[in-house]
């Protein structure tokens, strides 16, 4: 069975990072999915294997996609290389300071907002998953439900139902208007000037900071910030930096 996305844009602007994937045959059964879905932009960070000759041939087809994928030595710098503006984790199982939700309930949403800018799915190595750390530069975590007494999916088998369910998602009668979504590296910047302020007055815990930084990102990701709204948020932090250090209002 075929079917072309129906969304102008969708496979552009969609990219999957494997982090820390393990197993070569998961990294070339996941470029084939994207092969049969659809879908091309395809970055690994951190491979724990070198064995890319069996990776290209569990691609088969694929194999050229698989080989044109660049290797990247951390996910901030994947995340970064991909020009993400909406960034969505995976996770198997449930955690502390995230509400993963559902990917059939999320897909329409991930459509509307590849109509607006670049959209990276996340997905952890085979054995643990993203760790909660890599989950903190995420604005959304998904997960997909399971019946049985296994709470988590092969990885290869997880790009494929994630996939499946975006492009059955489609809709391509949606007419909202794109916005300019701040892309990793201005929110990342932005997070840092947030964290800075809040240091220097004392409202961070010295010792644990990343517990309400956490609060502190998952409520600005949700609200999806544009560039300039990045970009005035840094200004404010940098001018009330300023005038705490300074006491200096211009």
């Not at 890319?52 to 194999?63: E, G, I, M």
């Not at 369910?165 to 949606?174: F, K, M, Y």
């Not at 932005?190 to 964290?195: A, Q, T, V």
């Not at 240091?199 to 644990?208: A, I, P, Q, S």
Request: aromatic share 6%.
């Amino acid at each position: 069975m075929t079917r072309q996305n129906g969304r102008t844009g969708l496979p552009e602007n969609l990219s999957i990072i494997l982090h820390r994937p393990a197993i070569p045959e998961n990294i070339g059964a996941v470029a084939r999915v994207l092969a049969n879905t659809g879908f091309y932009n395809l970055l690994i960070s951190c491979p724990e294997t070198d064995d890319w000759a069996t990776a290209r041939k569990l691609a088969v087809s694929a194999a050229e996609l698989l080989q044109k994928a660049p290797i990247l030595s951390s996910l901030q710098e994947a995340l970064s290389r991909s020009e993400a503006q909406y960034i969505i984790g995976t996770t198997g199982r449930e955690r502390k300071y995230w509400d993963p939700s559902d990917i059939d309930r999320s897909a329409p949403e991930i459509i509307h907002k590849a109509t607006d800018g670049r959209v990276v799915l996340v997905f952890g190595p085979e054995n643990s998953g993203l760790s909660n750390e890599e989950l903190t530069l995420c604005h959304e975590t998904i997960t997909i439900p399971t019946a049985g007494p296994l709470q988590s999916y092969n990885l290869s088998h997880a790009v494929a139902i994630v996939l499946f369910q975006i492009i059955v998602a489609d809709l391509p009668g949606n007419t909202e208007p794109a916005q300019d979504i701040a892309d990793f590296d201005a929110l990342e910047g932005m997070f840092g000037h947030i964290e800075e302020l809040l240091t220097e007055v004392g409202f961070l815990w010295k010792n644990n900071p990343d517990h309400m930084m956490r609060l502190v990102r998952s409520f600005i990701n949700r609200a999806g910030p544009t560039t300039a709204e990045a970009t005035a948020l840094r200004g404010i932090c940098r001018r009330l930096l300023n005038y705490l250090r300074h006491g200096e209002r211009k």
